[in-house]
């Protein structure tokens, strides 16, 4: 891709944010509810100490001005306080996204290893009992609510075996030193194989509820594309070279295949952030998704705009990686 | 950062040195939602300040009845209606090694009470403190609060506050009190992970905490751990599986499985949020006092308390809870009488009975729908609405739409006073006034209370006044809900309170 | 495979979403009782096979004693109404967005491209949270918080077909014939663009059935009596530990539905492919 078609695409990003930004604005400002009367809510508090507690949240400004006044601020990094932590929304964030992150990219790690061998070999032996158990198993991943299917792993693994904890991320004792704020890293780091398992156990329930429907879906991509490849000419020639099976498959079609399954899984890790929150709810999982509906609910005005903002700049950013992938692995497809 | 690396030197010392013993006891709590920010000044929830108090302590505090007593402070007495001087305690440490004086009372409560203290913020808590205009030290153990006209109800206010270090606070400034913590309390902070789990260890140094509840003494457990864990069933489901010895906020129909558990136990104790359904006064049908009335027999409490609450809440017949000062006993119940209700109902013209709606928010969904079926059989045809709770408030606020007929909501009473409950919900116009009661006498009632120093003569006004409120009817009356707790059967020395605080100084895990 | 493996696979797909539509359509006929009959003494009331249920509440009773069993299959109607309605609604306002825009280009494609992107950069349930928020809950804001954001994906396709279509020879011939704008995107070009709309429509009929249910989770659904399988779950999920039918019957109800609509979906797209 040229430069200048690189530049051009980024730049187009700018009037997406601001889309992004001014919709939910309105949609906050449109929604009835008022901070102050819900931090308030059952407490003696005269309408003085309610007046003085917006102005206070700065909210007894006219709309537009608090518009100009977070964009100004947001094109510098910075998002205002949350009106309920009473600190800055950046910090807030940032102590609760390594916990989505870590879910998030635990569910897309766990969706490939399930999804592109199962792909591959359905794919191999079309037709056969692993074809047909694997796409029904797919559609069974499709299909089953995330927040009903959550709780009765829960309800199995948790409470009746008791081989995996209720909630959580970590136990105290197995914290690992905090370098990097993601557990899975720093215990590796660390060298400690029980902060590892510990992490894992705590990951486990989340992570496969979250990244089910995902696999179900990067198995049929992968093996639709898997077929298509096998179909291919040049696979035909490779056999007929003499190459053994494995080599051919491993070496010349994997390759290939893959390429729409990456491009997929690039697209809807953007979904697994939008699916976190009810996970999250589930297990209890401290990370972002379960703060912000929690913000919308008590209108936590500059935590939701500044949290959705930033979903907004992942997903563009991940649809953009995706089609740079695409072109760089396939030379073919020029931008 | 998510990991709090905010040590205390006292405690990074002893835990580089010598890690927890075997056989030391740990404290695990399953709680129900992360305190938003450890600034005792900087917030207005509940669940975060008795996060909070196993931290940090105050002036004052509650005992198991509810009744308030010295906590930092030594003694207490009204030298003018409008000046309460306060003695302080010798002796108190804080968590960092100072010692707490007349400067660190000043200090705190100077950043409550002034505008723009908070870290350029006004505190959020400032209203709690009512006509307080400053605090000044008299000396190294006296401090006097200075009010601007009577409000005999700030000793009970204090319960309300705690104390943080001077040198402490100037030292980290505002954005480091929120994440780290120096207090007075029984335990000191070790570890944040945001939304996750706090750790808390013993502070050696505690003073012991109010004289007043005995036994007083050093913290048993060496360690305690609180556990973030909102939804409900995983919460039980972690006490019932013993990853945690306690539990806030059982919902009740969890009772029975954790008693039936060999392990565990229910604990409860008089709430002090009493529940009601507003009706909307200014509007029809609920303008007529006889409507009112007959959706007041129209409704079986008891069953719904037995059967949706188990047992657990106390019917009321006003807005006061039995515990709470100048409680009228002697009000009459309404009763269960659906052919009363009916005949009320013919009596104000509405003998095919009536169609109205009931608000609420998801938490009540049931409760509500309990009270619709019993209320559409008397005639008085009640549909449910589901509404977000901000939204509801909205709605319902004296300057709000107001074109509901019920609304099931609850106003919570922590100090126990009439102020701070009586007058909101139903002093003319006043924030909390949803059923729109607007009542003279009432008003000049509660008005006079507030002023009275005589507590004998404040009584006698505020039962006269719930006695007038009950006749009129303005509300169902419903109740008084219990505070449930799970804990295990090995946790000792712990009791619930009614404030809702975690008194965990003498708790012990055998 | 064989043939009469893929029939019968055909056949059972399609006869459990038969089943579930003529349950929707016979609700007040088949229900054995009145899903909004609340009768506290029936409370959390056990399926007929265990000790304390009985064979008249076959599925056991609800919070406030209404019979599970009657409220699934109301419940039908809800799924499969909003499911419906918001694809097909969403699907007709995509395809004709999506066809103006890559037809007639200029500032009707930059205006709806921009549009998309924009709603693409929401998390599916943030948006439709904030737009429930905003607007109350209740069935029929939820139809329209779900169907804002689900014609962004048809749109886009059609977008990108109607771009590459815009450029064959029937359409140029078509041009060259003096045919208006109007004719040639509604009569040459619609009808070879919708093959791959209308093969992804059954799942999201399926997504959106599964969206419904999590906005009633958080809260934001019908409003009651009326059961929706989501509010369903919602409502048991506090009682999971010891009463475990009033979740899990809805539960097993969205997933026997949106497995036969996608089991259905896929064997018919299989049969376009040939």
Partial sequence: MSPAALLTRLLHLIPVLLGVTVVVFLMMAATPGDPAEVMLAGQQATPAQVAALRHDMGLDRPPLERFGLFVGHAVRGQFGQSLFHRRPVAQVIAERLPATIELSLAALVFALVVAIPLGVLAAVKRGGWLDRAATFGTLLGVSLPGFWFGILLLIGFAVQWRLLPVSGEIDYDAQPPGVTGFLLVDSVLAGRLDSLLNTLAHLALPAITLGLPMAAILMRVTRSSMLDVLRQD?????????????????????????????????????????????????????????????????????????????????????????????????????? | MRNNAAFIAFFAACLAAAPLAAGAAELRIGFTSDPLTLDPANHRSRETETIIRLIYSGLAANALDMTVVPDVAKSWQWIDPKILQVTLRDGVKFQGGETMTADDVVYSFTRLLKEGAVGGQTSPRKGLLGPVTEVAKVDDRTVRFVLSEPWPVLPAMLTFQEVVSKDFTEKVGTPGLATQADGTGSFGLVQWRRGDSLVLERFPGFFGGPSDIPPAGKACVDRVIVKIIPENAARVAALLAGDVDLINDLPAHDIRTVEANANTRVAAVNGTRTFFVALNNGKKPFDDVRVRQAANYAVDRQVIIDRILNGRAAALNGVMSPAAFGFNPDLPAYGYDPAKAKELLAEAGYANGIDVMLDTDGPQKDTAEAIASLLTRAGIRTKVQVGEAAQLRARW??????????????????????????????????????????????????????????????????????????RQAPWIFLWLPQDLYGASKRLVGWQPLASGMLNLRDACVR | MSGIAVLGRIRLSYLVVAVFVAMAVLAPIIAPHDPADSDLFRRLQPPFWMAGGEAGFPLGCDALGRDILSRIIFGTRISILVGVVVVSAATVIGVLAGLAAGYLRGWVDVVVSWMTDVLLGFPYLIFAIGLMAMMGPGLLNMVFALAYKEWVVPCRVVRGETLAARETEYVEAARALGASRRFIMLREVLPNILAPVLAVATIRVAQVIILEASLSFLGLGVQPPTASWGSMIADGRGYILDAWWVSTFPGVAILLLVLAINLAGQVRRRDDHG
């Fill in chain 1, 234 to 335: 040049y696979i035909t020639f490779a056999e007929a070279k003499g190459l053994s099976r494995g080599r051919v498959l491993l070496v010349h079609a994997l390759k290939n295949a893959l390429l729409p399954t990456v491009t997929v899984a690039a697209l809807e890790t953007g979904a697994l952030l939008g699916g976190n929150m009810v996970v999250e709810t589930v297990f209890g999982w401290p990370g972002l998704g379960r703060l912000v509906v929690e913000s919308i609910f008590v209108r936590n005005y500059p935590l939701v705009q500044a949290a959705v903002l930033l979903y907004a700049v992942t997903f563009v950013l991940l649809n953009f990686c995706a089609d740079l992938l695409y072109t760089i692995l396939n030379p073919r497809v020029r931008m």
């Fill in chain 2, 397 to 470: 606020a004296p300057d709000g739409t107001r074109d509901g007929d019920m609304w099931i909501s609850s106003w919570g009473n922590g100090s126990l006073d009439p102020t701070d409950i009586f007058v909101p919900t139903l002093r003319t116009k006043d924030r909390g006034n949803a059923a729109g009661y607007a009542n003279p006498e009432v008003d000049k009632l509660l008005d006079a209370a507030g002023l009275e120093t005589d507590q004998a003569k404040r009584a006698e006004l505020y039962r006269d006044a719930q006695a007038i409120v009950n």
